[in-house]
C-alpha cells in the first residue's frame, strides 16, 4: 500500500504572528518556518505503518512556491521516499488543496491519505474533510489511534465527548490530532540521505483544478488585547476579590 | 434575502447547547428564515427542543437508521441535498461541525468559513487565525452557498420562545454510503457541568504534576460548581482525558470565571480562553505568561493555595 501525506510548510508555532499595520497581512518576512505540527505527526504515522510492513511508500505532498523544497526534504530526511513539489506562488486555500490531491490520488492511487487535522496558519480544519467529499471515500478526522487491517482503518478519534472509534473501508482519508504520536527527530545522515530522494514537480497550473472559487481575505486585525490585571498577595485576597465581582 | 439551515447536533437524544449559540450567529445574518435540521435516527424530542429556540422559523427532521450515530460521510450527503434553497448552513465549530462541515462543503463545491466570530454582511465575516493572534475579514463568494461553521465561544445561546415552531418531516433521497462504521464512543462520565457550556471553569497544567494530585483540582472545582478543563501538557502527560483539553485545538470556551491552576500559559492555551469574563491565574513562576492575560494574578505553590482558597471561601 501507498500512503500519501500532505505535508505543509507554516509559521513555526513558537512565534508569537504579528499583523501588519496597514492591515493588509501579517508579518512572515524573516520569520522562521517549519512543518506544520499535525503534518509532521502525519507522516510519523505514515513511517510507522511502513515500519510495520503494512505500507510500502509513504509519498509527501507540498504545495507552494520553489523554496518549498528544503521543507520537503526536512520530510524526505525524515523518511518519506519521495515528494511530490505542486509549485504556484498564491495562497492555497483547502478547497484548492483537497482538489488538488484528489488529482495526485487519481494519479498515486494510494490505500490512505494522511493529513493534519488543521494547518496552525490558517487554522481552517477543512482540507482533509474536502477530499473525502470530492474523492467519495471515507474519513476518520482528529484521530488519536489508527490501526489498518483486512483493508480497513480503525480510527480512535478524540471528539468533545471523548474517543469515539470507527471502521472505515479502505482507501480512506484519515486527518491527525495531536496524540497520535511523537514524530521522530531527523538524524544528520538522513538529512545526506535525503538529498538524492525524488521530488517530482508539477506546475499547480497543469492539474486543471478551479481555484477561483476561494474566500477573499479583505482585512487582517490584531486581537482585542486583555488589558492586564491586578496580582494579589493571597488566597484570602483572592477570594475577597472575585467576590467583589459576584463570581463566588 | 438570506435562508439560512443550521445542522442540529445532538448526542443521546438531546440537544447540544451549542446548536443555540450557532442559531445566535444566523440571526446576526438578519436573513429571512432560520430553519434548523435534524438528522437522528429518532429526531422528535430533539426536534421539539430546537422547535422551542428563539428566531426559528421551523425545525425539519430527517429520520433514518443510518443516522444512529454523527458519522460525517453519511450525514454530509444529506445535509448537502437539504441545502437546497439556502444560502447560508451554519453548525457549530464543535469536532461535530469540524468534521461534517467540511464535507459538505465538499459537496457543494463550496469554500468554508470556519470559526466565525462575527457577521458584518450576509458574506462578511471575521475569523481568528494563528490561534488567535490575527482576526482576518473575510468574504464569501455570493454564487455558492456559504458553509461556516460558528466559533462557540462567540456566541451566546439563543433564548428561548414562547411560542414553538413548526416541526416537518423532510425525506431525502439519497443513496448512502456503507464504508464508514461506528464502532464505540467512549464518553467522560462526570457529575459536574459541562466544560463547553460551564459559568465556571477551573483548569489545571502540567504543575499539577500527576493524575493523582488533580483531585485537588477536582475538588476545589467542586467546591465552587464549576467545571474542569486542563492545558495541553497536562493531557499530554496523561493526567487527563483529551477531552478535557482547553485551546487552540481543544476546546474554546467563554466561561464568566476562567482559573488557570499551575498553567504557564502557552499561546495555544490562551486562545481557547480569550472570552472569558474573569481569568484568574495561580502559578509559581511569577513570570509566566498566564499573568499577562490574567485578571487576577497570585503567585504561589497550587497545593499550599488550593487549600487556602477553599478555606477562605468557607
Known amino acids: 500500500m501507498k500512503i500519501l501525506v500532505g505535508y505543509k510548510r507554516v509559521v513555526d508555532y513558537n512565534v508569537r504572528v504579528q499583523v501588519k499595520a496597514d492591515g493588509t497581512g501579517v508579518v512572515t518576512e524573516g520569520v522562521k518556518l517549519s512543518a506544520n505540527p499535525f503534518d509532521d505527526i502525519a507522516l510519523e504515522e505514515a513511517l510507522r505503518l511502513r515500519e510495520k510492513g503494512v505500507a510500502e511508500e509513504v509519498v509527501i505532498v507540498g504545495i507552494g512556491p520553489a523554496d518549498l523544497t528544503a521543507h520537503l526534504r526536512n520530510g524526505l530526511a525524515m523518511g518519506a521516499n519521495r515528494a511530490i513539489h505542486v509549485t504556484t506562488t498564491e495562497a492555497v486555500q483547502p478547497l484548492t488543496a483537497a482538489r488538488v490531491l484528489l488529482k495526485l490520488v487519481e494519479k498515486e492511487s494510494p490505500g490512505l491519505v494522511i493529513v493534519g487535522k488543521q494547518a496552525i496558519d490558517d487554522d481552517a480544519n477543512q482540507t482533509g474533510q474536502m477530499l473525502a467529499a470530492l474523492w467519495d471515500r471515507p474519513q476518520a478526522t482528529f484521530a488519536g489511534k489508527v490501526e489498518i487491517a483486512d483493508g480497513k482503518a480503525t480510527v480512535a478519534r478524540e471528539v468533545d465527548a471523548g474517543m469515539e472509534t470507527l471502521d472505515v473501508d479502505l482507501p480512506a482519508v484519515i486527518t491527525t490530532d495531536l496524540r497520535l504520536n511523537e514524530p521522530r527527530f531527523i538524524k544528520l545522515p538522513d538529512i545526506m540521505k535525503a538529498k538524492s530522494k525524488p521530488i517530482d514537480v508539477i506546475e499547480l497550473g497543469s492539474l486543471g483544478v478551479d481555484t477561483g472559487d476561494h474566500l477573499k481575505i479583505t482585512h487582517y486585525a490584531a486581537p482585542p488585547k486583555r488589558s492586564k490585571g491586578v496580582m494579589v498577595k493571597d488566597a484570602a485576597e483572592l477570594v475577597a476579590a472575585l467576590k467583589h465581582k459576584g463570581l463566588l | ?314
Not at chain 2, 166 to 192: A, M
Not at chain 2, 260 to 289: C, F, M, R, W, Y
Not at chain 2, 295 to 311: H, Q, R, S
Open chain 2, 1 to 314: 434575502m438570506s435562508k439560512i439551515l443550521v445542522i442540529a447536533e445532538h448526542l443521546d437524544g438531546k440537544l447540544n447547547s451549542a446548536t443555540a449559540r450557532a442559531i445566535s450567529a444566523a440571526a446576526a445574518v438578519k436573513p429571512e428564515s432560520i430553519d434548523v435540521v435534524v438528522l437522528s435516527d429518532a429526531p422528535d424530542a430533539i426536534a421539539a427542543e430546537a422547535a422551542k429556540i428563539e428566531g426559528v422559523s421551523k425545525v425539519v427532521t430527517v429520520a433514518r437508521a443510518e443516522n444512529k450515530h454523527a458519522l460525517a460521510a453519511v450525514l454530509a450527503p444529506q445535509i448537502a441535498k437539504a441545502a437546497a434553497g439556502y444560502s447560508h448552513v451554519f453548525a457549530p465549530s464543535t469536532t461535530f461541525g469540524k468534521d461534517v462541515m467540511p464535507r459538505v462543503a465538499g459537496l457543494l463545491g463550496a469554500a468554508q468559513v470556519s470559526d466565525v466570530m462575527t457577521v458584518q454582511g450576509s458574506h462578511v465575516f471575521t475569523r481568528p487565525i494563528y490561534a488567535g493572534n490575527a482576526i482576518v475579514t473575510v468574504e464569501a463568494p455570493s454564487d455558492h452557498p456559504v458553509v461556516a461553521t460558528i466559533r462557540t465561544a462567540s456566541w451566546p445561546a439563543a433564548g428561548t420562545s414562547s411560542s414553538a415552531a413548526p416541526i416537518e418531516v423532510l425525506s431525502l433521497d439519497v443513496k448512502l454510503p456503507s464504508h464508514t462504521r461506528f464502532v464505540e464512543l467512549k464518553q467522560g462520565k462526570s457529575d459536574r457541568p459541562d466544560l463547553q457550556s460551564a459559568a465556571k471553569v477551573v483548569s489545571g497544567g502540567r504543575g499539577v504534576g500527576s493524575k493523582e494530585n488533580f483531585d485537588i483540582i477536582y475538588k476545589f472545582a467542586d467546591k465552587i460548581g464549576a467545571a474542569v478543563g486542563a492545558s495541553r501538557a497536562a493531557v499530554d502527560a496523561g493526567y487527563v482525558p483529551n477531552e478535557m483539553q482547553v485551546g487552540q485545538t481543544g476546546k474554546i470556551i467563554a466561561p464568566e470565571l476562567y482559573m488557570a491552576i499551575g498553567i504557564s500559559g502557552a499561546i495555544q492555551h490562551l486562545t481557547g480562553i480569550k472570552d472569558a469574563g474573569t481569568i484568574v491565574a495561580i502559578n509559581k513562576d511569577g513570570e509566566a505568561p498566564i499573568f499577562e492575560v490574567a485578571d487576577i494574578g497570585l503567585v504561589g505553590d497550587l497545593f499550599k493555595l488550593l487549600p487556602e482558597l477553599e478555606a477562605a471561601i468557607g
